[in-house]
């Protein structure tokens, strides 16, 4: 009864929050709104028993995505109403119902479900970061080392891509070094836009 | 003997091919004396042959293996028996007497080695014809003539005239050589083989419809080799070859080649005598149908060619009867006369330059008395009168047809005969006898070469006293064919019949000399005879040439463009350009998804999903739906 | 009242079709991330659901990697994104048409 | 050496044509007829040390290409296949001998190497896989030797060429992977040899679909009615030498493996399918004679004629008995040397008018002699006269199909008159009457290279068709193994019918050859 309640409780919440998401013409809303929805998902987690997952979903979404985000958003200043233009509508929101339709129609027929077999059962007794940690770092070892591999790389690309001109100091630059650079980047921008 | 079957046979390849190495270079002699002195060295062995078969024996050669699978076995076998060797002598001396003659009558021609490289080739093909000793080599002669003959037909073949009638006959055979093949299939599969020998041993186990289909079959090969109604029209117009040509092959030897086909082939159409009794209804009509059209014609070669053709129609009805030997007989001493009258016309060509029109001659046996006492004489002989070898084949058939009770085809043959010897001296009379009308025209005619007029002479001979050896020719067939004596049975009635037909002949020709020997203008289309009916539907040969023009020539044609313009290209090719094209549209038409804007793509992705989607959750229901 | 996998999957759905209409909606490219964020987790949801009513861990294997996934889906993203807007000045997708075909 | 001597048949002009590349300009031409003239005589060899008396495969080769899937480097031939090699290397050796191209002669010769390459292999493989791999590869060359060298449309006319074969033929591999799957299903192992396959009998309704499958693939290339539509394009903007291979060679593909695949792997099918593929080859013959009769272009009549004449060799092969089928397979041999010689014939007064409407001529026989007789000689070797190469494969073709229907026969058989119907009037048209051009005057008679092409093959032409059994036999032999294969395979009554049983009518054929 509990969890019947917390499901339908936090699925509410979750829907509610992703649909300002997806909606508000506000991006600090948008922003908020996801933030939240990411924490609610986490209560499904926990619900299920997926304590280290979780877990995680806490830490990276709403710590470390966010915090990214937030700084995006500064950065391209959105802060203000955010203007789109929108062609038809209804055909977004026409293809997004059939999509949902379709997928509730396969997961609610039985075949799915029954389908199912369990290829790494979870072990009885045994805490689910536990458990987790042993199937992460026995049979899923080299996906894990390549997600680490990838991240690293992430994080490289993400540095060099925004940061393009770390190695350029301003403040240790002359006036006239400044001007120069901003000059050739105007004409980059110029070049850019054709 | 197989040596002279060898030379019989070879020498005119040899000739032809001779003649051949010199088709490109200028004209010279030796190539016709070449020729002509293989020929007679054909001529030779065939009567060495000749002489050997009628001492009662046969010679067989097999040279070696043609087409061999599956169970079809096809030699390249020849025999000599008697009737081939009957066969041998007509082609060997009508041939030799044309080749001699051909020196004189191209004299004058450039392409004298290729004319005699056909002519010889011809005489080839024939021989493989007559002496074989299976259908398929039967076949190989029967389209090698018709080959040969196209080659003659269009000798001239800067001619359009001349072409045409070249590929009409090459193209009417053909139509009549599809039966024969069909005839020879038809024997394959239900006898297993195509050797005479084995062929008319088996025929008779045969089921006696099978056996019918292959009489018609074979009967419809030999109906356009010899020209029969409906396949007749080609041979007036193959007339437009060199008259050597004409009196060889559209008189003498090719055309006779149906007659000899169902002769050779008399087992099979013993069996099946409602299929004779259709021959020779078919051929007595010809006869007359022919005549009727030689009645009116203004064509010299024309005129000898529809002869030919009613006296192919008088063999017919012999053959179709059972009296193999009786057409036979008529074969051979019609090549002789009719070659004779052909080889005469082509002198009275010569001294004319070429003009065709006897309404335009007028005495000429002034200036060309050879020629006028040989073509009198061989008129004399087409019209049976005795004791001309005409009157011993030709009344000979009129006794068949007489015997065995079938009396409106003795009608229409006699009165044929009457009309025979109508037109025959119309013709001698136009040209020889009157006033000189090719005056008005400017020609001075003057006599052919001595030599060949010298050559023609054994044909006069045999032409006169071919009706001697009858007696011996019989005694010699009926080892082969069936030896069946017409005789009429009162002597009374054979009396009365013979005299009749003679005088009735006799008449016929007097009326033409009456009509006709005083003849002083030109016929100009304006007299009152040239517009009635009946003329007209003669002079136009009933039309028929008209309406196969009309009927096949043109709409096939019509339809040929059709299928290519409308079906072809409109249909078959723009179906596979339309799919093409399809095909390209669908990809101009979609490379507009590709339009750069991210937003859009993204909405065709998800468009794709759905897709997907929905295919997943049709699949699943169907394969439910199946499985339940 | 019992709660079955088909709720979890029924949620994951609806939550994949708000992220599906925001991925079409979204003409921003900095929102248009936030609503692939949306359809990663409501697959992980899946995911997790699965993983614990059939009693296997796998499912929750790959919701980590998905995460892995999206954090450097983000680092990398953004970075692009910054160096298109230093670019142009703009992060609207309609303005990005250099792929059309 | 003659363990290996397909091989070396099919990569010696590969390797030549590699080397190709560094032979100078100036040497290019003898170098390619060297080339050219070593594989002939090879091929004569093969012939040489061929055994007529034995049915079955011979020379046989064997390497694994892919052991996992059964695919192996499988080469073999028997009396069907050896003398279409042999025309395939014949004529590569007249093609470059009398090639009067004068633009890019060493590409164009490198291109024909290559192309004997793949026509060899073609015929001298014995694995589906491997065939498939020679079958496609030979579009290449032609789709060169048309786009580079053809015509004014010659884009249109190679891309369409190309398109549809490819097309066809993807049906035809997606049938031979089916063949290989159900050969799995029955034996456990994979395997595309088709001699393995030979000894697979499947259900009927089986053999039905793997028919379709490998018929469309083989119907376009033959080409059959109504796909055939890209052949006078083809041949229309093909240079001379490319019209030659493809009429002489290429088309032969497709009716070849009529008479390798479909024959024996289905027999069943072959029999159900028996008369529709005849009213087809039917339709083939006397409405393709009508377009040949209607045209123009004197090329397009020999193009359309060509396919009328395929639509006999079809209609021989599937007369499903030793006759018809023996008859069909010379009958191939026989086509590719009258209408390669043809196109060779067209080939040369294009040369000199740079036209090819039969209006533009007219008299050409007292301009040029030579050519009239040689033309005139292969026009009436391809109206199949008695005693030139045509008349056996199409005597023996109707022959052998009016032991299963006499109707259809007899109207097949009207291609013997409508063949004389275009032919004739063609030749009339182009060589009869009086010379009409002022530019025909002064033409020139065959030079020596064009008769080195043409002698060869009237020579040919005529001592096949005067003396034919030195190819008959050894066809007849495979060809009676091939029907007898058939039989025992066939399963429904009326295939047991329709095709012969030898084993006892073999006493007969013994008789016979006591003779």
Not at chain 2, 179 to 205: C, H, K, P, R, T
Not at chain 2, 556 to 575: G, H, P
Not at chain 4, 467 to 492: G, R
Request: with cysteine; aromatic share 14%.
């Amino acid at each position: 009864m509990f969890e019947a309640i917390a499901f339908y409780l936090f699925a509410a919440l979750t829907i509610v929050m992703f649909t300002i998401t997806v909606m508000t013409s506000q991006a600090l809303y948008a922003l908020t709104a996801m933030a939240a929805g990411m924490i609610f998902i986490s209560a499904f987690f926990f619900i299920l028993g997926a304590d280290f997952l979780g877990a995680i979903q806490i830490i990276v979404y709403t710590g470390a995505v966010m915090a990214l985000y937030a700084f995006g958003m500064m950065f391209f200043d959105t802060t203000r109403n955010v203007v789109e233009k929108r062609t038809n509508p209804q055909i977004v929101f026409i293809l997004g119902t059939l999509a949902a339709i379709m997928v509730v129609a396969i997961v609610v027929a039985p075949i799915v479900s029954n389908n199912i077999q369990a290829l790494y059962p979870i072990q009885e007794g045994v805490g689910n970061s536990q458990a987790v940690g042993m199937v992460l770092f026995t049979k899923y070892l080299v996906p894990f080392e390549v997600a680490a591999v990838m991240l690293l790389v992430a994080m490289i690309a993400g540095i060099v891509l925004a940061g393009k001109k770390m190695d350029k100091s301003l403040t240790l630059m002359a006036e006239e070094e400044i001007e120069m650079m901003h000059a050739s980047t105007e004409t980059h921008q110029e070049r850019g836009e054709h | 003997m197989e040596l002279y079957l060898y030379i019989a046979l070879f020498a005119p390849l040899a000739g032809s091919l001779f003649a051949a190495l010199f088709g490109m270079s200028p004209k010279t002699k030796l190539t016709g004396y070449v020729a002509s002195a293989l020929l007679f060295a054909s001529f030779v062995s065939s009567a060495v042959l000749l002489n050997y078969v009628m001492s009662g024996h046969t010679v067989h050669v097999e040279l070696m293996t043609w087409m061999a699978t599956g169970d079809l076995y096809i030699p390249f076998g020849f025999v000599v028996d008697q009737v081939s060797v009957v066969m041998m002598m007509v082609v060997t001396i009508v041939s030799t007497v044309v080749h001699v003659y051909s020196i004189g009558y191209m004299d004058h021609d450039k392409g004298f080695n290729r004319f005699f490289s056909w002519l010889s080739a011809f005489v080839f093909s024939m021989m493989v014809l007559v002496m074989s000793d299976n259908f398929a080599g039967l076949f190989i002669g029967w389209e090698g003539v018709g080959l040969c003959s196209w080659g003659l037909i269009g000798f001239w073949y800067q001619k359009e005239s001349a072409t045409w009638a070249a590929n009409e006959a090459f193209i009417m055979n053909r139509i009549a050589d599809l039966g024969m093949l069909i005839g020879i299939f038809l024997l394959y599969w239900n006898v297993g083989s195509l050797q005479y020998d084995v062929v008319f041993a088996e025929v008779g186990n045969l089921p006696i419809a099978v056996v019918t289909w292959i009489g018609i079959f074979l009967f419809i090969g030999a109906m356009g080799k010899s020209a029969q109604f409906p396949l007749h029209t080609w041979l007036a117009d193959a007339m437009e070859g060199p008259t050597p040509v004409s009196a060889l092959i559209h008189a003498a030897t090719m055309v006779t080649a149906g007659v000899y086909l169902v002769v050779r082939a008399n087992p099979i159409y013993d069996l099946i005598p409602n299929v004779g009794i259709f021959i020779a209804s078919l051929g007595a009509f010809v006869a007359l149908f022919a005549a009727s059209m030689a009645l009116v014609n203004r064509d010299m070669k024309r005129i000898i060619a529809y002869s030919t053709l009613s006296q192919l129609g008088y063999m017919f009805v012999a053959a179709g009867l059972g009296a193999y030997w009786v057409a036979l007989f008529h074969l051979m001493a019609h090549a002789f006369f009719k070659a004779l009258l052909f080889l005469g016309a082509g002198n009275v060509m010569h001294a004319m330059h070429d003009e065709l029109d006897p309404f335009k001659m007028g005495g000429l046996r002034k200036v060309m008395k050879g020629t006028f006492v040989m073509m009198t004489l061989a008129s004399v002989a087409l019209a049976g009168i005795y004791p001309f070898a005409g009157f011993f084949s030709k009344d000979l058939i009129l006794e068949v047809g007489f015997v065995e009770h079938h009396y409106v085809i003795y009608t229409v043959l006699l009165l044929t005969a009457g009309l025979t010897a109508f037109y025959s001296f119309r013709l001698v009379a136009l040209i020889f006898h009157g006033e000189e009308r090719y005056k008005l025209f400017g020609i001075h005619p003057h006599e052919a070469y001595k030599f060949m007029l010298v050559a023609m002479s054994p044909l006069l001979v045999l032409a006169i006293i071919a009706g001697a050896f009858k007696m011996t020719y019989y005694q010699l067939v009926i080892n082969l064919l069936p030896s069946t004596q017409y005789h009429v049975h009162s002597e009374m009635t054979y009396w009365i019949m013979t005299i009749g037909t003679q005088l009735f002949v006799i008449a016929a020709i007097v009326f033409a000399y009456k009509k006709y020997a005083n003849w002083s203008s030109v016929p100009d289309g304006t007299s009152k005879m040239e517009n009635r009916f009946c003329y007209k539907l003669l002079w136009n040969q009933y039309y028929i040439p008209k309406f196969y023009e009309e009927v096949f020539s043109k709409p096939y044609l019509e339809l040929s463009r059709i299928a290519w313009k409308q079906i072809d290209l409109k249909i078959v090719d723009a179906t596979v350009d339309a799919i093409a094209n399809a095909i390209y549209k669908t990809g101009e038409n979609t490379r507009d998804i590709q339009d750069g804007n991210l937003s859009s793509m993204l909405r065709w992705m998800v468009v794709g999903l759905v897709v997907l989607l929905a295919l997943a959750v049709a699949f699943t229901v169907g394969y439910n739906a199946v499985g339940a | 009242m019992e709660i079955t996998l088909t709720h979890y999957l029924v949620l994951s759905a609806v939550l994949f079709a708000i992220g599906l209409i925001g991925v079409m909606r979204r003409k921003n490219l900095l929102l248009l991330f936030f609503a692939t964020e949306i359809l990663l987790n409501a697959t992980n949801i899946a995911f997790a659901a699965i993983s614990h009513y059939i009693g296997d861990l796998s499912g929750q294997m790959f919701a980590f990697f998905i995460i892995a996934i999206a954090a450097s889906e983000v680092a990398v993203g953004l970075g692009l994104l910054i160096v298109w807007y230093k670019r142009t000045g703009k992060i609207d997708l309609d303005q990005m048409t250099s792929m059309r075909g | 050496m003659m363990d290996h001597i397909l091989s070396l048949l099919i990569f010696f002009p590969a390797l030549a044509a590699m080397l190709g590349f560094v032979v100078r300009q100036d040497s290019i031409r003898a170098y390619g007829i060297a080339v050219a003239g070593i594989e002939f005589f090879l091929s004569l060899w093969l012939w040489y040390a061929y055994d007529p008396m034995v049915s079955g495969m011979q020379f046989m080769e064997a390497a694994p290409l892919i052991p996992a899937f059964g695919i192996n480097y499988l080469l073999g031939i028997d009396g069907i296949s050896l003398f279409i090699i042999i025309l395939s290397t014949f004529f590569t050796l007249i093609g470059i001998a009398s090639l009067t191209e004068t633009r890019r002669v060493k590409d164009m010769i490198i291109t024909l190497l290559f192309l004997e390459m793949t026509m060899v292999g073609v015929f001298a493989a014995l694995d589906a896989i491997v065939f498939y791999v020679f079958w496609e590869l030979s579009l290449v060359p032609m789709l060169y030797i048309i786009g580079a060298w053809g015509g004014p449309l010659r884009i249109y006319a190679s891309v369409k060429f190309f398109l549809y074969t490819f097309a066809g033929s993807l049906v035809m591999l997606v049938g031979m992977l089916f063949m290989a799957y159900f050969y799995y299903q029955a034996t456990g192992t994979w395997s595309f040899s088709i001699l393995e396959w030979y000894r697979l009998i499947l259900p009927e309704n089986f053999q039905i679909w793997l028919f379709v499958a490998f018929f469309l693939g083989f119907a376009i290339k033959v080409p059959m009615f109504p796909f055939h539509t890209w052949l006078p394009y083809a041949h229309g903007q093909a240079p001379t030498i490319g019209s030659v291979i493809l009429a002489a060679i290429l088309l032969k593909m497709g009716t070849y493996a009529f008479v390798r695949f479909s024959l024996p792997l289905f027999p069943d099918a072959s029999v159900f399918f028996m008369f529709p593929i005849a009213i087809i080859a039917i339709i083939m013959i006397i409405y393709t004679a009508m377009v040949a009769y209607a045209q123009e272009d004197i090329k397009q009549v020999v193009a359309y004629s060509s396919i009328s004449h395929m639509g006999v060799i079809i209609l021989g092969t599937f007369a499903l008995n030793v006759e018809g089928v023996s008859g069909s397979v010379f009958l191939m041999i026989a086509h590719g040397v009258v209408s390669g010689a043809l196109f060779l014939l067209v080939g040369v007064i294009y040369d000199r008018r740079h036209t090819k409407l039969m209006s533009e001529f007219g008299g050409l026989a007292s301009v040029m002699p030579r050519y009239a007789t040689i033309f005139g000689i292969m026009m009436m070797a391809s109206v199949g006269l008695p005693l030139t190469i045509n008349f056996v494969g199409e005597f023996l073709s109707l022959l052998g199909f009016y032991k299963q229907s006499h109707m259809l026969t007899l109207t097949a058989g009207v291609a013997i008159i409508v063949g004389a119907i275009y032919m004739l009037s063609a030749y009339k048209k182009a060589f009869f009457g009086q010379v009409s051009k002022e530019e025909n005057t002064k033409l020139k008679d065959l030079n020596k290279t064009e008769l080195v092409g043409l002698v060869p093959l009237v020579i040919v032409a005529i001592w096949l068709g005067v003396y034919p059994k030195p190819v008959l036999e050894p066809i007849n032999n495979s060809v009676e193994s091939v029907i007898q294969l058939m039989h025992d395979k066939a399963q429904s009554a009326e295939a047991k019918e329709r095709i012969p049983n030898l084993s006892e009518s073999n006493g007969i054929i013994s008789m016979q050859e006591a003779h």
